[in-house]
T-cell receptor
Framework: DAEITQSPRHKITETGRQVTLACHQT?????MFWYRQDLGHGLRLIHY???????NKGEVSDGYSVSRSNTEDLPLTLESAASSQTSVYFC???????????FGEGSRLTVL | GDSVTQMEGPVTLSEEAFLTINCTYT??????LFWYVQYPGEGLQLLLK???ADDKGSNKGFEATYRKETTSFHLEKGSVQVSDSAVYFC????????????WGAGTKLIIKP
C-alpha cells in the first residue's frame, strides 16, 4: 500500500544546531506540504511544493527551508534550531484528483 | 480572505450523546469542504468531504452537509463512542488556489463512558 513516512519520529536537539526532518511518500503525488502543530495555533503551513524543483513559502517559513529533488521526498531543514521551533511537524501529500491530503504520523522536535 | 471558523473546544459528551461541531467558512470561489480527524499521537486523516452545495459527506456514522446559503459545514453524529475522542479539523480548498487548504483551529472532542 502507498504511504507517507516521516523520520525521525522524535528528536531532541540543541539551540543552533541544524536539523533535517525527512518525508517520503509513495503515492507519486506532486503536491507536498509541511505543517507545524502547536497548542493554540492549530496547523500552520511552513513550506509546500507542487513538483520537482518547485518550493514555496508558507505562513511560518522563517528559519526553515525545503528542497524537492524528486517526487517522493520533501525534507525540511531547520538551519539553526531555536527553542521557538519546538513543535510537532507533519508532512502531507495531496491527491490532485480529489484534493485529499494524506498525512505522515508526525515528528516531535524538542529544541533545548 | 478565505477562512474557516469552528467552535472552540474541548467538547465533552457522554457516550451515546448526539454530537454537533459547528464549522462556518468564508470563500471567494467555490470551495470543497473537508473534515479531518486526528486521533491521539497520530497524523490527520480525512473523515469526510463535500465538493459542491447540498452535498452530504458521510463516514463512520459522521455526516456533514455543504450549506452554501449559511456557508456552513457542521459535523454531526447521532451516537458518539469513547473511540470518537479526537481532534476534529474543518478545512476548505479552492481549485483556483491550487488546492491550498485553509484550516480551522480544531475542536477537541472528549467522550466519557
Amino acid at each position: 500500500d502507498a504511504e507517507i513516512t516521516q523520520s525521525p519520529r522524535h528528536k531532541i536537539t540543541e539551540t543552533g544546531r541544524q536539523v533535517t526532518l525527512a518525508c517520503h511518500q509513495t503515492w507519486n503525488h506532486n503536491n507536498m506540504f509541511w505543517y507545524r502543530q502547536d497548542l493554540g495555533h492549530g496547523l500552520r503551513l511552513i513550506h509546500y511544493s507542487y513538483g520537482v524543483q518547485d518550493t514555496n513559502k508558507g505562513e511560518v517559513s522563517d528559519g526553515y527551508s525545503v528542497s524537492r529533488s524528486n517526487t517522493e521526498d520533501l525534507p525540511l531543514t531547520l538551519e539553526s534550531a531555536a527553542s521557538s521551533q519546538t513543535s510537532v511537524y507533519f508532512c502531507a501529500s495531496m491527491d490532485w484528483n480529489t484534493g485529499e491530503l494524506f498525512f505522515g504520523e508526525g515528528s516531535r522536535l524538542t529544541v533545548l | 480572505g478565505d477562512s474557516v471558523t469552528q467552535m472552540e473546544g474541548p467538547v465533552t459528551l457522554s457516550e451515546e450523546a448526539f454530537l454537533t461541531i459547528n464549522c462556518t467558512y468564508t470563500a471567494t470561489g467555490y470551495p470543497s469542504l473537508f473534515w479531518y480527524v486526528q486521533y491521539p499521537g497520530e497524523g490527520l486523516q480525512l473523515l469526510l468531504k463535500a465538493t459542491k452545495a447540498d452535498d452530504k459527506g458521510s463516514n463512520k456514522g459522521f455526516e456533514a452537509t455543504y450549506r452554501k446559503e449559511t456557508t456552513s459545514f457542521h459535523l454531526e453524529k447521532g451516537s458518539v463512542q469513547v473511540s470518537d475522542s479526537a481532534v476534529y479539523f474543518c478545512a476548505l480548498s479552492i481549485m483556483d488556489s491550487n488546492y491550498q487548504l485553509i484550516w480551522g483551529a480544531g475542536t477537541k472532542l472528549i467522550i466519557k463512558p
